[in-house]
């Protein structure tokens, strides 16, 4: 069944209306991501959970506390892998660590950090590099079941040669298996690579700066979000950044024609590696 002009503007007001109820039941704010991602992932969500309408999931929503997490499942992205773009990786090994080398302490924060593939890619890049005994690493996400995969460090065998080959690729000096163990079809990275590693649940849409942090990464993250949210985040970054920090988002995210643009200098434009602007 193909939706006609007046189907898709109702569609248009039931889901504001469950984004408002997700918002003032569970001060989760998803209301300024960009419509045409978040109407795909709700359309999902609907379909999956067996609901015929966007007001019958908000009902369940509203009245079954159950609903919150299957929900949050489908609006926020979960999907990552270790090393991703490693000549992003392979340039904070070779241009970034030297700058963070000046510190004799550092604070590392990956916002949205989804189950933790970006985390653990940074932990073992300071690790190789020597700098991860000084850092501690902040990862922080809205969703809690990602929070607690990130923290368990497990996952499936069969990603471990895509991994192995990033990490390759990334400039790695040692190999990937010095870190995990595989047994029953999966991979567990070693505990000692969460020793220095603060999870939390932050929001980048109500939550509030919260350390000052000399390398900052967000990596497709932002690509969900409409500008105006996609500038408060900006802005986070910028007030939590130390003088000089450093700032990484992904491919296909930009500071250009934000309200921040101006307090970064461009540090790897083919990257997307950013330097705070110092005063």
């Known amino acids: ?57 908000q009902e369940s929503l509203l009245y079954n506390p159950d609903m919150l997490p299957r929900l949050l499942r489908y609006l926020t992205v979960q999907v990552s892998e270790m090393f991703r773009d ?94 995990y163990q595989a047994a029953y079809g999966n991979a567990s990275f070693d505990k000692s690579l969460r020793r220095n590693v603060v999870f939390s649940d932050h929001s980048l849409v109500t939550d509030a700066v919260f350390g000052e942090m000399h390398l900052v990464s967000c990596r497709n993250v932002m690509i969900y979000f409409d500008k105006k949210l996609q500038n408060r985040a900006l802005g986070l970054f910028n007030d939590s950044l130390a003088r000089k920090g450093f700032l990484g988002l992904g491919s296909k995210e930009s500071l250009r024609f934000s309200d921040y643009g101006s307090a970064f200098s461009d540090f790897d434009r083919s990257e997307k590696i950013y330097q705070k602007v110092g005063e």
């Open 1 to 57: 069944m193909i939706d006609t002009p007046a189907q898709d503007k109702v569609e248009d007001i039931e889901i504001r209306l469950l984004l408002e109820a997700l918002y003032l039941k569970y001060h989760y704010d998803f209301r300024n991501y960009a419509m045409a991602s978040i109407k795909r992932r709700l359309k999902q969500a609907r379909e999956q959970l067996g609901f015929s309408t966007f007001s019958s999931l």
């Open 86 to 179: 490693p000549t992003y990786f392979k340039a904070i090994r070779e241009h970034v660590v030297p700058h963070l080398r000046t510190y004799p302490t550092l604070k590392v924060w990956v916002a949205g950090c989804s189950e933790g593939e970006e985390l653990y890619s940074l932990v073992i890049l300071f690790r190789e590099e020597g700098l991860e005994e000084r850092t501690i690493f902040y990862a922080t996400d809205i969703n809690q079941d990602a929070l607690s995969a990130a923290e368990s460090g497990i996952y499936p065998v069969d990603r471990i040669r895509l991994f192995t080959e990033n990490h390759r690729l990334s400039g790695g000096k040692t190999s990937l298996s010095n870190y």
